[in-house]
C-alpha cells in the first residue's frame, strides 16, 4: 500500500454526486418506474405457518374486471423447486405466514388487490416449528422431512440443517486453570434490516424471450442469475437495471418478486410493476435470526482468559442459511485464545427465510461474548478495557477462524476510548455504562469498474455495485486522488448489468475496498494511456514521461521542452492518438481488512416502568482509511442506532399458531429521532495493507457492539443482569420486580 | 367507478387530476400526476417518508385522499427549491451528508421546512420530536438534525 | 362488486341527511375527520369499500367556543390547531397534551379529539382525558342533537353508541374553575410514535389550603374501554395529594384495570404501570392546579 502520503482528495466530505437528485426528489427508485400499458401485480401470502396446499382455484379472481393473469407455484418451472423458488412462490406447502402463495397482475393495483381475495385456496393447516428450543426438542414437527443435518442421510431428519465446529488447544484444561468462570445463555430476537423502501421492480418480456427487470436492489447481477434460475432462463436473456435503493442492509441481496413480475409480463405481454407492502415486507422478505448463545469464558486473576465456548443456534426461518459461520467467526475474534471451542448450529424454523442483515450472525454471538466478558471483569474487579487490552487480538494473532491477522486497529479502539472525553466523562446519575467491542471481517470478491474520459478531459466512471450509502463519491474520490484531477470533474455511475462490468452484489463492507480498488486499477489504466499519448505527442519513451497532479510531464532529468500535458489537453487531442480514452480493470479482491470497533452506551432507567432512555452513545471504529470521512461516520451511527434499536425494542412478535403480530412500523419499533442522543464518533485509521489507500470495510462493524454495549450499561445500572434482549419495558419490569422479590 | 375530478393546487401551479375516492393523496401525486418524489415507505402514516405541506401544515400524504385536496394547496418536495436554486435545508442536508440512501431523505426536508417555518430557533429536542414522524433507518438520525439545525441558523442569518 | 364513494356535506342536516340515506339503502358508511385512523384500516385492516363521509366541511365541527361556563370543541379539528390555541391549553393543559400525544407532527396535522373517540380504541389517548375533564360528546342525528358523557360514549372495543345515521359533532367540557387543573400521561415503549400501553388522565380541584376537593380519574389502555375509576378520584380528595394519596390512587387505578397481554404489554405490566402513571399525572394536576 502507498505510503502515508500527502492525500488532496480522499478524506475530505465534499458532497455526493448523487446529492442534488434525492433532496430534490429527481432521483429514481424501485417504485417509481411506471411503464405504458402496465399491469400491477400483487401476491397472496399463506395466513399459516405451516400447511399443505390442497389446492388454489384462481378462477373467481381470473374473473373479476381488470384481472389479465392469476398464476401460483405450479405455473413456475419445475427446475426452479429450489429453495430460492419455492421461496418466492409456495409448491406443495407454505412454510412460514406470509409465504407467497399465488399472484395476480391487473390494470390497477386497487383491482389487484381485491383479486387476491378471489382466491381460492384450501389449506390443512400442520403443527409450526417456532423456536430453537421446540426445534431441538424431541418430537419436535420437521420444517423439511428431508432436511438431514449437513446432508448427512445416515442420521435421522432434523430441524438442524446445519452444524459446524472451530476450536484451538484444549478447553477442558484452560477451563481448569481458571481463577474465575462465567457462563450464560443470552437470546437474541428476530430483526429486521427496516430499510425505509419496500421492495419493488418492474419486469418486461419481450417477445423473443429477452427481458428486462427495473428495481431495488444491492446487486444486479445477483438478481439477473438468480431470476434466470428460478425461470429456468438463460442469465444473458435478461438485463436488470438497478434503481437508487432505498436502503438494503443485506436484506435486498436476494430476489422476491423479480420472477413472478417477469413470469406475468411474459405471460401477459405487458409489463408488470409490483411493489411489496410494509406488512408484506415484514412479514415476507428475510429479517435475521433469532439466536440462542451460550458462552462460557475462564480467565486467572491476573485477566488472562484461558478458555471460551461459544455454543450458537441461529433460526434460519424455513429454509436453511442462518448466518451460523459469520457468527462463529465474530464470536471470539477479538481475543488471542490458546484454548475455545466454538459450535453453530443452522436451525430450520416455520419462519421467513433468513436473509443478510449488516454483519450477518456477528451480532448476536457478539452479543452473548462480549455480555460475558464484562461480566468476567466485573468478577475480577478489572476495567473491561484493561481486561480486553490484556487478552486482545494484534497483528500477528491467528484468527480463530484460520488467518493471521495482519495490522489491525483493535488496540488503537482500545487506546482511543481510554482516551476519549466522553469515556472520562462521569456516567449518568442513577444510570450505567456498558462497553462492548466489535468486529466484521470484511469481504472483497469480483468487481469491475470503466473510467471514461470525455473530449473536454471530463472523468465518468461506470461501475456495477449499487450504491446505498454514498459510494459513489468514495469511487470519485478515489478517482480524484489518483487521476490527480479535481473531484467535481468526475461523476461515477452504477451500471446495469448490459452496461458495465459484473460485480458482486453491494454487502459485506466490500464496495469501498474491492470496487474501488477496481476503480483506482482503472484510473492506473488511464494513466498508464496518458502517459503514452504524452510520449508519442513528445516524441519521447514512455517511460521518459511520468503523471504528476493531473498532467503528463518528462521525467526529471528528461531534456524536453514541451508544457505539461493536461488530462483535457490529452482528451482533446485524443482522436490523433489513438481514439478514446478507456481505462478498465475487473479483480477478485483480496485482503480485505477487519475492522474492530469499541462501543459504549450510556443509560438511565425508569425503574417503575422499566423504560430505558440512551443518554449518550460512542463509537470508536478503524476505517483503515476514510475516504469520506462524514460517511464513515454514517456508517458508524447509522449501524449504532439501528444496534440499539435492536437492544431495546425491536423483535418479531409471533403468536401461538407462528403469526407476526406486529408487520409494521407501528409495533416493529425502530428508534425515531426522539429516542436517540447524538451519536458520537471516532474514526482510527489503522491503514489496511492490501488496499492502495488503505480502506477497510466499514459498514457492517457499526451495528456489532451496541447489543452488548447496551446489555452491559443496563446491567451496570441495574446491578444485575438481563441476558435476553430487547430490553423492553416490559421484559425490564419484570426483571427488576423478580429481583426485588428474590 | 366513478373516478372524482379533484380541483388544487400543487407547487404553486392549478392541478386537476381524476381519481377514485378512496385513492390516497400520495397515489393521487405519484400516480395521476407523477410526482414521485413523494415516497411511500408504510402507507399507514408510521414512516413520514410521503410528507408534504396541505395549506402549509405538514401531513402524511398516505393519510389523506385525494379528493381531500380539493382547493387545497398541496407543497411537495419537488416545491420546495427556490426559483434561485436549492433551498436552505436542502443545501444543508448535502454538506452535512444527512443522507445515504435518500429515500426518507424527501420527508425529511419537507417536514423540516414546515419546522422552520414555524419554530426560528428550534432546540434539538424541539427538532427531534417534530421529526419523530419520519423515519430513518441508514443515518442514526444526528447528521439530519445537525443539518436542521445549521439550516436554522443559517434562515435565521 | 361495489366500490367506494365520498361525500363531504357542508351542513349538519346535509351530513344527517347523507348518512340516513345511506343506512337506509343498507350500504356501509364511514365518517371521515383526519382520516389517520380511517385510511389505515381501509388499506390494510378492511378493505370493503364504503361511503365516506367527510364532516370537516361543517361549521359546527371546527368550531371552538370558550365559554364562560363551558368549553365546545369541534369533533374535527386537528390537533395542531387544538395545540396552537393557547386559551384552550391553558384551560385544559392535559387534554391538550393528550390530544398532542396521538401520533406524529405529520398526524397531528390531521388528527382529531373527535376522530380519536369515535375510532373508539381502548388505547385511545384523548378519551381518559375526556372523562378525566367530564367532557360530553355532541350527537347530531335525524331526531336533532344529543349529549352523552364520553364514559358512556364508548360501548366496547372499536364500537360506541351512536348509530349508522349520526355523527360527533363536537365535545362539551365544563370550563375549569380556580385551582382546577388535568394531567394525561401514557406509557409507550419509545418516545413518540406508538400506541399508549397504558394512560391515565386525572383532573382534580384543590381549595386554597391545596386540599382536594373534586378529582376524576381515568385510565385507558388497561380494559375494553377506557374507565372512570372512582375508587382513585376518593383517594385524592380530602387529601393534600401527597405521595400517599397519590400511591393509593395509583393502586386503585392498578386494582381497577382488566388489562391483555399483547404484542404492546403484559397484564402485570399495565396493572403495574397505569397506577405509576396516575401517580404521576396525578402530581402534575396538582402542580398545575396549585399554580
Aim: contains cysteine; aromatic residues 4%; charged residues 20%.
Amino acid at each position: 500500500m502507498a505510503e502515508a502520503v500527502d492525500l488532496k482528495a480522499i478524506g475530505t466530505r465534499p458532497i455526493r454526486p448523487d446529492g442534488i437528485e434525492k433532496v430534490t426528489g429527481r432521483a429514481n427508485f424501485g417504485a417509481d418506474l411506471n411503464l405504458p400499458g402496465m399491469l400491477h401485480g400483487k401476491i397472496l401470502r399463506s395466513p399459516h405457518a405451516h400447511a399443505r396446499i390442497k389446492s388454489i382455484d384462481v378462477s373467481r379472481a381470473l374473473a373479476l374486471d381488470g384481472v389479465i393473469s392469476a398464476v401460483s407455484g405450479k405455473d413456475f418451472p419445475e427446475k426452479s423447486g429450489n429453495d430460492l423458488g419455492v421461496n418466492i412462490i409456495a409448491r406443495d406447502k407454505v412454510l412460514y405466514d406470509g409465504h407467497a402463495v399465488a399472484a395476480v397482475a391487473a390494470t390497477s393495483a386497487f383491482v389487484a388487490e381485491q383479486a387476491l381475495a378471489l382466491i381460492d385456496v384450501e389449506y390443512e393447516v400442520l403443527e409450526p416449528v417456532l423456536s430453537i428450543d421446540q426445534a431441538l426438542s424431541d418430537n419436535a414437527p420437521l420444517v423439511n422431512e428431508n432436511n438431514h443435518t449437513n446432508g448427512d442421510t445416515s442420521k435421522p431428519a432434523s430441524n438442524v440443517a446445519a452444524y459446524q465446529i472451530m476450536s484451538r488447544g484444549d478447553v477442558e484444561k484452560g477451563f481448569a486453570e481458571a481463577d474465575v468462570i462465567i457462563e450464560g445463555e443470552y437470546r437474541v430476537p428476530t430483526a429486521h434490516q427496516g430499510y425505509i423502501e419496500p421492495h419493488a421492480c418492474t419486469a418486461a418480456m419481450n417477445e423473443d424471450g429477452r427481458g428486462t427487470i427495473w428495481c431495488s436492489t444491492q446487486g444486479q447481477f445477483d438478481v439477473r442469475s438468480n431470476t434466470a434460475a428460478v425461470l429456468d432462463k438463460a442469465v444473458s436473456s435478461i438485463r436488470v437495471i438497478p434503481s437508487e435503493i432505498g436502503g438494503g442492509f443485506g436484506g435486498k441481496t436476494t430476489i422476491y418478486l423479480e420472477p413472478v413480475a417477469l413470469h406475468m409480463s411474459e405471460l401477459t405481454g405487458r409489463p408488470v410493476k409490483m411493489v411489496m407492502s410494509r406488512e408484506e415486507v415484514f412479514r415476507a422478505t428475510g429479517p435475521t435470526s433469532a439466536t440462542l448463545c451460550r458462552a462460557k469464558v475462564g480467565a486467572k486473576k491476573d485477566g488472562t482468559i484461558t478458555a471460551a465456548t461459544a455454543w450458537l443456534a441461529y433460526e434460519a426461518g424455513a429454509f436453511p442459511g442462518a448466518p451460523i459461520g459469520p457468527g462463529c467467526m465474530s464470536v471470539l475474534a477479538p481475543y488471542d485464545l490458546d484454548n475455545f471451542k466454538i459450535e453453530g448450529n443452522d436451525v430450520l424454523v416455520n419462519k421467513p427465510k433468513v436473509c443478510a442483515y449488516r454483519a450477518p450472525g456477528a451480532p448476536q454471538s457478539m452479543h452473548a461474548m462480549e455480555c460475558a466478558i464484562d461480566e468476567l471483569a466485573r468478577e475480577l474487579d478489572m476495567d473491561p478495557i484493561d481486561l480486553r487490552m490484556k487478552n486482545c487480538s494484534d497483528e500477528g494473532t491467528v484468527a480463530p477462524y484460520g488467518p493471521t491477522f495482519p495490522p489491525i486497529g483493535l488496540k488503537a479502539c482500545l487506546e482511543a476510548t481510554k482516551a476519549h472525553p466522553n469515556y472520562q466523562k462521569a456516567k449518568p446519575e442513577n444510570g450505567g455504562r456498558g462497553i462492548a467491542v466489535g468486529f466484521w471481517f470484511n469481504i472483497g470478491m469480483q468487481s469491475s469498474a470503466e473510467v471514461r474520459i470525455a473530449e473536454n478531459g471530463g472523468v465518468t466512471i461506470m461501475e456495477g455495485s449499487p450504491d446505498i450509502g454514498g459510494s459513489r463519491a468514495s469511487m470519485c474520490l478515489m478517482a480524484s486522488e489518483t487521476l490527480g484531477i479535481p473531484y467535481e470533474q468526475i461523476n461515477a455511475h452504477v451500471g446495469d448489468t448490459e452496461g458495465t462490468g459484473y460485480c458482486n452484489t453491494t454487502g459485506g463492507s466490500r464496495t469501498t475496498f474491492a470496487t474501488g480498488m477496481a476503480v483506482i486499477q482503472a484510473c492506473e489504466d488511464i494513466i498508464a494511456q496518458c502517459k503514452q499519448r504524452a510520449a508519442l505527442t513528445w516524441d519521447l519513451d514512455v517511460d521518459q514521461v511520468d503523471w504528476e497532479d493531473g498532467q503528463a510531464v518528462p521525467k526529471p532529468g528528461v531534456n524536453a521542452d514541451v508544457s505539461p500535458l493536461s488530462l483535457a489537453d490529452i482528451a482533446r487531442s485524443a482522436g490523433r492518438t489513438g481514439g478514446p480514452l478507456l481505462g478498465r480493470a475487473s479483480l477478485n479482491a483480496q485482503g480485505a481488512g477487519a475492522s474492530f470497533s469499541v462501543n459504549w452506551t450510556d443509560v438511565k432507567v425508569d425503574k417503575e416502568t422499566g423504560r430505558i432512555d440512551v443518554k449518550a452513545f460512542t463509537a470508536i471504529q478503524d476505517a483503515g482509511k476514510a475516504i469520506h470521512p462524514a460517511y464513515v461516520e454514517g456508517q458508524m451511527q447509522g449501524g449504532a442506532v439501528q444496534g440499539l434499536g435492536w437492544a431495546l425494542n425491536e423483535e418479531y412478535i409471533y403468536n401461538d399458531d407462528g403469526i407476526m403480530e406486529n408487520a409494521g412500523f407501528l409495533d416493529y419499533r425502530i428508534p425515531v429521532a426522539s429516542d436517540m442522543p447524538m451519536i458520537d464518533t471516532q474514526i482510527v485509521e489503522v491503514p489496511n495493507p492490501s488496499h492502495p489507500y488503505g480502506v477497510r470495510g466499514v459498514g457492517e462493524t457499526p451495528i456489532v457492539a451496541p447489543l452488548a454495549a447496551t446489555s452491559n450499561a443496563v446491567r451496570d445500572a441495574l446491578g444485575f443482569r438481563i441476558y435476553d434482549l430487547p430490553l423492553s419495558p416490559p421484559r425490564v419490569l419484570e426483571a427488576i420486580d423478580e429481583q426485588e422479590n428474590a | 367507478m366513478a373516478k372524482v375530478h379533484v380541483t388544487t393546487s400543487v407547487n404553486n401551479q392549478p392541478q386537476e387530476f381524476l381519481c377514485e375516492p378512496q385513492e390516497s393523496l400520495l397515489n393521487c401525486l405519484r400516480d395521476e400526476i407523477n410526482l414521485t418524489g413523494t415516497k411511500e415507505g408504510c402507507a399507514t402514516g408510521d414512516c413520514g417518508a410521503c410528507s408534504v405541506l396541505v395549506d402549509g401544515r405538514l401531513v402524511c400524504s398516505c393519510l389523506m385522499l385525494g379528493v381531500e385536496a380539493e382547493g387545497k394547496e398541496v407543497t411537495t418536495i419537488e416545491g420546495i427549491a427556490e426559483p434561485d436554486g436549492l433551498h436552505v435545508i436542502q443545501q444543508k442536508f448535502l454538506e452535512h451528508a444527512a443522507l445515504q440512501c435518500g429515500i426518507c431523505t424527501p420527508g425529511f426536508i419537507v417536514a423540516a421546512k414546515a419546522l422552520l417555518d414555524k419554530h426560528k430557533d428550534p432546540d434539538e429536542e424541539t427538532i427531534r420530536y417534530w421529526l419523530a414522524g419520519n423515519l430513518c433507518r441508514c443515518t442514526g438520525y444526528d447528521k439530519i438534525i445537525r443539518a436542521v439545525q445549521d439550516a436554522a441558523k443559517e434562515l435565521a442569518a | 362488486m361495489s366500490s367506494y364513494s365520498y361525500a363531504a356535506p357542508t351542513s349538519v342536516d346535509e351530513a344527517v341527511e347523507v348518512l340516513a340515506t345511506n343506512a337506509a339503502s343498507g350500504q356501509r358508511t364511514q365518517c371521515l375527520a383526519g382520516g389517520t385512523d380511517v385510511l389505515v384500516q381501509m388499506s390494510s385492516v378492511d378493505r370493503e369499500p364504503r361511503l365516506l363521509v367527510d364532516v370537516k366541511h361543517i361549521e359546527e365541527t371546527n368550531a371552538i367556543d370558550i365559554g364562560n361556563n363551558e368549553i365546545y370543541i369541534g369533533a374535527a379539528i386537528p390537533s395542531a390547531i387544538l395545540n396552537e390555541n393557547e386559551e384552550l391549553k391553558a384551560l385544559l393543559p392535559g387534554l391538550i397534551e393528550s390530544a398532542d400525544l396521538i401520533g406524529s407532527t405529520q398526524i397531528q396535522g390531521r388528527a382529531s379529539i373527535g376522530g380519536n373517540l369515535c375510532n373508539s380504541s381502548p388505547a385511545g389517548d384523548t378519551i381518559p382525558a375526556l372523562i378525566a375533564v367530564g367532557a360530553q360528546c355532541v350527537i347530531a342525528g335525524p331526531d336533532g342533537t344529543r349529549e352523552v358523557a364520553t364514559e358512556d360514549f364508548i360501548t366496547g372495543v372499536g364500537t360506541n353508541c351512536m348509530s349508522d345515521s349520526e355523527f360527533l359533532l363536537g365535545l362539551k367540557i365544563p370550563r375549569p374553575g380556580a385551582r382546577t387543573s388535568d394531567a394525561y400521561l401514557r406509557f409507550i415503549p419509545r418516545t413518540e410514535m406508538d400506541i399508549a400501553v397504558a394512560g391515565a388522565g386525572v383532573a382534580l380541584t384543590l381549595d386554597e389550603n391545596g386540599v382536594c376537593t373534586a378529582a376524576r380519574v381515568s385510565i385507558g389502555a388497561v380494559a375494553p374501554t377506557a374507565l372512570l375509576v372512582q375508587e382513585a378520584a376518593d383517594a385524592l380528595i380530602g387529601t393534600n395529594v401527597d405521595d400517599v394519596a397519590l400511591q393509593a390512587a395509583a393502586d386503585a387505578c392498578s386494582a381497577a384495570a382488566s388489562p391483555i397481554s399483547d404484542k404492546r404489554g403484559t397484564v402485570v405490566y399495565r396493572r403495574k404501570v397505569v397506577g405509576v402513571l396516575c401517580k404521576r399525572a396525578g402530581a402534575i394536576a396538582r402542580d398545575r392546579a396549585s399554580a
